[in-house]
């Protein structure tokens, strides 16, 4: 049997975790010799505070679109969570009140979408993308278009503006969800299930998988996902804003696809996730560094999708090649 010949291309694009930390790495030594304000604590945990909140929702969508789907509305979600989570704790006083509403609400929602998805057979598209509009417009008519402040004595308030000694909690969270979603992807039998659904579902329904409660379920933990974020958000924000979602939606579905899982389902590494979110943000932060217009940064997000895209495409082949 002929001995398949080692590819640095295709080991570094399998290893997705390990080649973004790379190029992580070499971007952050590059900008350290060629800027004089990058390499300092603030402005290096100003990245990983910018990048906490993407990074969540990146860990909820991972099981969206390792099981099969696409989730357009999480920014949106998020948003709306944020917002009537600050309601509850302005009327109750209690965080843990506020923390459970939104990661509920945020649920119900990804639940709704995964129910009208498999039960009712509507396009995921379509369905998500209309229902980020249902709560957009909830967040503003509630809200009434303005941002809802509440009490520093809050615990949405100590995370997003305090610190545990010199790290924000905002940056200690990040490896807590990472590690957290990581092991219920890969380490349990419903994250195994998950990713089957998302791999084969044919294959997984004749295995006896019910498939469709299952995708619901993807859809429901990325809701959760939301809601953990939507209380970050608030936290962040020191106030609950219907119109903060912003390119965070992009951002996140960018950084997911990014650290390695595949849109086809199947596959999927919420640590990749993680990088990903973190490369994000770290190429924002280089335009600001080197002045680029900050109009420029939606569109350099945009074709880093569609490189990564390309290059999972290129993967493929290869692959597929070194086989036979």
Do not use: H
């Not at 995708?215 to 970050?232: E, N």
């Amino acid at each position: 049997m002929e001995k398949k010949k080692f590819n640095l291309f295709t080991y570094l694009l399998d290893k997705r975790e390990l080649s973004l930390t790379l190029l992580i790495l070499i971007m952050c030594a590059v900008m350290s010799l060629t800027t004089e304000t990058f390499f300092t604590a603030l402005n290096i945990f100003n990245i990983l505070k910018q990048a906490a909140i993407t990074a969540v929702l990146a860990c909820g969508l991972t099981f969206i679109i390792s099981g099969g789907g696409i989730d357009l509305s999480m920014a949106n979600n998020m948003c709306l969570s944020s917002v009537t989570l600050v309601m509850v704790y302005n009327a109750t006083g209690s965080s843990l009140l506020a923390l459970v509403w939104g990661v509920g609400l945020s649920a119900f929602i990804g639940a709704v979408n995964g129910f009208c998805i498999t039960k009712l057979g509507l396009p995921a598209f379509i369905v998500t993308m209309g229902m980020s509009n249902i709560c957009s417009g909830l967040g503003l008519v509630v809200t009434k278009g303005y941002p809802i402040a509440f009490s520093k004595d809050s615990l949405m308030f100590k995370i997003g503006q305090t610190s545990l000694g010199p790290i924000p909690w905002l940056v200690i969270l990040i490896p807590v969800f990472t590690i957290t979603g990581q092991f219920v992807l890969r380490k349990t039998v419903l994250g195994n299930r998950l990713q089957a659904c998302g791999g084969n579902p044919v294959a997984a329904s004749l295995s006896g998988l019910n498939v469709p409660n299952l995708k619901i379920l993807t859809y429901t933990f990325g809701g959760m996902f939301a809601g953990f974020a939507a209380f970050m958000l608030a936290g962040r924000l020191n106030a609950g804003n219907p119109s903060a979602a912003g390119t965070l939606g992009m951002d996140a579905i960018c950084a997911t696809v990014v650290g390695g899982t595949s849109m086809a389902g199947g596959g999927g590494t919420v640590i990749g996730s993680m990088v990903g979110a973190i490369l994000m943000q770290l190429i924002k932060n280089a335009l600001l560094q080197y002045e680029v217009n900050t109009y420029w940064q939606t569109t350099v997000i945009g074709l880093v999708l569609i490189a990564v895209c390309a290059l999972d495409l290129v993967s493929r082949k290869v692959g597929e090649k070194g086989l036979k």
